[in-house]
T-cell receptor, first 114, second 114 residues
């Protein structure tokens, strides 16, 4: 059974710092991995999707990497801003045993202090 | 762009009552799904649909029914509400199932069962 783990559960950094959020998954048989942002009381906003054949994706100050063989992904946020404060979730789409669904981690709650 | 629209945003029910959570998308997406989000549990798939007239169970389907009569709408029905169904419910959609397209989420319905 696919399991997704995100460490740390919470992270607090000063504004301007570069930071890395970690995601690990137990089964490398995935279609893709997706990073989401969730603001309090809101839904999930898709940030980046990395296909299983890709190593990384970039969007603005965000860069996500994928190492499928080791079951790891990282989300790099450059020059963090208070507006980046949110919970970040990663999710994988398995190729087997339920490829119609996403398997989510429990998220990392990020606070960027001015 | 409306995207994925969920109604209502908040609801309080008494044990045993029934209700329908509405979900509509205007992106002509084939794939739609319902998740529930609980503290410490992450998001879990309830039901999903790969197209009009086709639905299937996810990870936690008990106590919920769905139907998909049109491409746009995917309502979730609680048959007899129980306190264990207190949660935040998210509807999601994507262009095709088994694809490398990102999933789009609604803003959620916050449901309390007394």
């Amino acid at each position: 059974k696919q399991e997704v783990t995100q460490i740390p559960a919470a992270l607090s950094v000063p504004e301007g710092e570069n930071l890395v959020l970690n995601c690990s998954f137990t089964d490398s048989a995935i279609y893709n991995l997706q990073w989401f942002r969730q603001d309090p009381g809101k839904g999930l906003t898709s940030l980046l999707l990395i296909q299983s054949s890709q190593r990384e994706q970039t969007s603005g100050r965000l860069n996500a990497s994928l190492d499928k063989s080791s079951g790891r992904s990282t989300l790099y946020i450059a020059a963090s801003q208070p507006g980046d404060s949110a919970t970040y979730l990663c999710a994988v789409r398995p190729t087997q045993g339920g490829s119609e669904k996403l398997v989510f981690g429990k998220g990392t709650k990020l606070t960027v202090n001015p | 762009n409306a995207g994925v629209t969920q109604t209502p945003k908040f609801q309080v029910l008494k044990t045993g009552q029934s209700m329908t959570l509405q979900c509509a998308q205007d992106m002509n997406h084939e794939y739609m799904s319902w998740y529930r989000q609980d503290p410490g549990m992450g998001l879990r798939l309830i039901h999903y649909s790969v197209g009009a007239g086709i639905t299937d169970q996810g990870e936690v389907p008990n106590g919920y029914n769905v139907s998909r009569s049109t491409t746009e709408d995917f309502p979730l029905r609680l048959l007899s509400a129980a306190p264990s169904q207190t949660s935040v419910y998210f509807c999601a959609s994507s262009r095709h199932p088994y694809s490398n397209q990102p999933q789009h989420f609604g803003d959620g319905t916050r449901l309390s069962i007394l």
